[in-house]
């Protein structure tokens, strides 16, 4: 690469609106001790950000369609050890990649942290534990790749969740180590103004490769209270590194969730992500990929299904910072009842970036008339020679098929629901996995009657 | 006899009547062509018969073995044994042959009286693979999605290939030959003649001929305006290969028709 630093559009909020939300009950005394100087350092300059940003507000662009004003801001803490809360059920617990096995499991959130790994891929250098225990065997690692990708300063939430993640994922694989079995992990949350804080920090050094199932779910909840979800995932791809990173949230129909998650690709790189969306009240998602040399990869596919009155923001970004880089994000979703989704994605070209294959799409399909998708691509193109293309739909479900449907004897649920499967069935061709699969498959008809 | 019967039937579209009281019997067994200028009502009929919400009946029934069925959804009249082959087949955009047919034979076992349980998937593939092979379809198309993509002959086919599988008491085969070469029609009409049987009425709406020279019809009908104006056997329709419709339009009056 030889253009200049090329400027990485973040998204961050103004800071200056103050907004009617009263601050959050957490403390400065909740930020986890670490022995490490610079962990210290990181989480101490977080809450220093996280105090001076004000809450962003629907006059920030990138939060202009999602009123966050009714977060129950005062009301959350983290859940009390004291409490036994009701745990996940067993089909979470079960690899939702089938194969011969698991390399390893992270279980945490509400229940007590369990963590998993195969003793060969610990012999080989390879750590998938949670922060606490990383502080403790790793610290320098931990500290030396924290922060890297994802800065606290981007926004309010962001500089809370650098701050105060008790619970945290790190993934890290050594040079050229190939994981064959998928590592997976599941973030639970349950209680009534609960709060959970996550970060998950993957980096995979040169060469290295590994299939990373992360699920965030919950009871199915109260729409009474709130629960309160902020998270930060990191993703570093090395050289002619290759993950597979399959994100899926369940949460339970009173969760709040905000994250902001990035990741960086390095030369020959690849990234295939798949992120599927079924919970939560409101959620407000940042999802960039930065292509920084040439070669890399990134493909993003991804899946929603709203109901009620749930509210899914998805903020993409597909950031093509050197020449001959690749990107193909994706996004399918349907929205039912009261429900509503935001997709806003935007494909940078840098300067000199040539020989850049850009490609966008989000598809929606409305299937109530009190339901409404906004979606809403971008191009910013500041290189000569690139093949950029998007495109966005709303759309019905077309009387003609339905009555196709109806002719050969099928009722009408049932019509609906093979029209939506097929709907969706481009997105689950690019997950190569029928777990996957079949879990979104499984919500969507627990929606579509009445779940 | 089990039959399916119209009895002087009316339907309108938009208020606009299309269909001015029509009777026909088609007992099972039976193979009856509907044959008639453009813009007689030929398809309307179709539609009517099926169900479609746009056609609105205004007068008359339809009974399927004695039952009125014009109270009845259309995926209910499609269970009582009613079946429409399309003119113009729609596409299902991500749904396989397979899985749309399975879902339809499902949907029919679940709804039998007692209600029978799901169709296993080993021997839904071969009941398919036995009709594709009488078809002489390619079994590749069960994992296409339904009319994406396909050529107007593959529509047809695949039209008879539902036929083939669902195996209704009463089958209307609205203009399944326009639109295809002299080779399709034949290909599709050996199909529909391996299907039939004596368990089978059909109705063959077409406006050529030539169709009936491989589904050789028990009844010919000539439609005008919304009603049957003639019936007789295949001499009928070869009268029309011959000479047209204009005589048709002669001797019932042209004067509503335009």
Redesign the interface.
């Known amino acids: 690469m030889t253009s200049k630093a090329p400027k990485v559009i973040i998204k961050k909020s103004s800071g200056r609106t103050r907004e009617s939300l009263s601050e959050f009950k957490f403390d400065q005394k909740q930020i986890p001790l670490a022995k490490e100087a610079g962990l210290r350092d990181y989480r101490e300059n977080a809450w220093e950000n996280y105090q001076k940003l004000s809450f962003p507000s629907l006059k920030d662009e990138a939060w202009r369609r999602t009123d966050i004003r009714r977060l129950n801001t005062g009301a959350f803490s983290f859940p009390n050890k004291e409490i036994e809360y009701q745990g996940p059920p067993n089909k979470l617990l079960d690899p939702v990649i089938l194969g011969d096995g698991r390399s390893g499991q992270i279980v945490s959130g509400a229940i007590e942290t369990q963590i998993n790994l195969d003793q060969e891929l610990v012999r080989k250098g390879v750590i998938f534990t949670n922060f606490h225990t990383a502080e403790i065997n790793n610290p320098e690692l931990l500290s030396k790749l924290l922060g890297k990708i994802v800065s606290p300063d981007e926004d309010k939430f962001t500089a809370l969740a650098a701050a105060l993640s008790k619970d945290g994922v790190f993934l890290y694989v050594p040079k050229n180590v190939v994981i064959d079995q998928p590592l997976h992990s599941l973030y639970w949350g349950a209680g009534e103004n609960t709060a959970f804080i996550n970060h998950i920090l993957v980096w995979l050094e040169d060469g290295a490769q590994v299939t990373f199932v992360h699920e965030s779910s919950s009871p199915k909840g109260d729409l009474g209270s709130q629960v309160f979800h902020d998270g930060i995932v990191e993703i570093y791809v090395g050289k002619n590194a290759h993950l597979n990173f399959v994100e899926l949230q369940s949460w339970g129909q009173n969760v709040w969730s905000f994250t902001r998650e990035r990741a960086k690709v390095m030369g020959d790189g690849k990234l295939d992500w798949i992120f599927g969306a079924m919970g939560t009240q409101l959620t407000k998602n940042f999802s960039d990929i930065d292509l920084v040399e040439p070669g890399a990869e990134g493909r993003i596919s991804g899946f929603y299904f709203a109901n009620g009155t749930q509210h899914l923001d998805h903020d993409t970004q597909q950031n093509h910072l050197a020449g001959n880089t690749i990107s193909d994000l994706l996004y399918k979703g349907a929205l039912m009842d009261e429900s509503r989704s935001v997709w806003q994605g935007m494909i940078y070209v840098a300067p000199g970036a040539d020989g850049t294959d850009g490609y966008q799409a989000n598809r929606n399909l409305i299937l109530s008339k009190g339901a409404r998708a906004d979606s809403i691509p971008g191009l910013e193109i500041l290189a000569d020679d690139v093949r950029c293309t998007h495109g966005a739909t709303v759309g019905k479900i077309d009387e003609d098929e339905l009555f196709y449907l109806y002719s050969r004897g099928i009722p009408k649920d049932e019509a609906r629901q093979l029209i939506v499967m097929g709907f969706f069935e481009r997105i689950m061709d690019r997950i190569p996995f029928e777990g996957v699969q079949n879990r979104f498959k499984d919500a969507i008809i627990d929606k579509m009657s009445g779940g | 006899m089990s039959a399916l019967e119209i009895k002087n039937l009316h339907v309108s579209i938009d208020e606009t009547p299309i269909i001015k009281g029509l009777n026909l019997k088609v007992n099972k067994g039976e193979v009856h062509a509907i044959m008639g200028p453009n813009g007689t009502g030929k398809s309307t009929l179709a539609y009517a018969v ?4 746009k056609y609105e009946i205004t007068d008359g029934d339809i009974l399927v073995d004695g039952a009125s069925v014009l109270e009845l ?3 209910e009249r ?2 009582a044994g009613v ?2 082959a ?1 003119q113009y ?2 596409s ?4 396989t042959v397979a ?3 399975r ?2 034979l499902n ?2 076992h679940r ?1 039998m009286e007692p209600p029978q349980g799901d169709i296993s998937v080993l021997e839904f593939r071969k009941l398919l693979k036995s009709k594709m092979d009488l078809l002489e379809m390619d079994y590749a198309f069960g994992g296409r ?1 339904l009319n994406e993509g396909f050529s107007g002959g593959e529509k047809k086919r695949t039209e008879v290939l ?1 036929l083939a599988v ?1 195996e209704p008491a009463f089958a209307i085969l609205d203009e399944t030959d326009s639109g295809l070469d002299i080779d399709a029609i034949r290909i599709v009409s050996e199909g529909v003649n391996a299907v039939k049987g004596p368990n089978m009425g059909v109705m063959v709406i077409t406006h050529y001929q030539r169709i009936l020279n491989y589904i050789k019809p028990d009844f010919v009908h000539i439609m005008f305006d919304g009603r049957i104006v003639e019936s007789g056997d295949q001499e009928l329709s070869l009268l029309l290969e011959d000479e047209g419709y204009d005589w048709v339009r002669e001797k019932y009056g042209l004067a509503e028709a335009s």
């Open positions: 099926m169900g479609h919400p959804a259309p995926d499609s269970r079946f429409l399309f087949p729609v299902i955009p991500g749904v899985n749309f047919l879902t339809a949907a029919r709804h999605y539902q669902l």
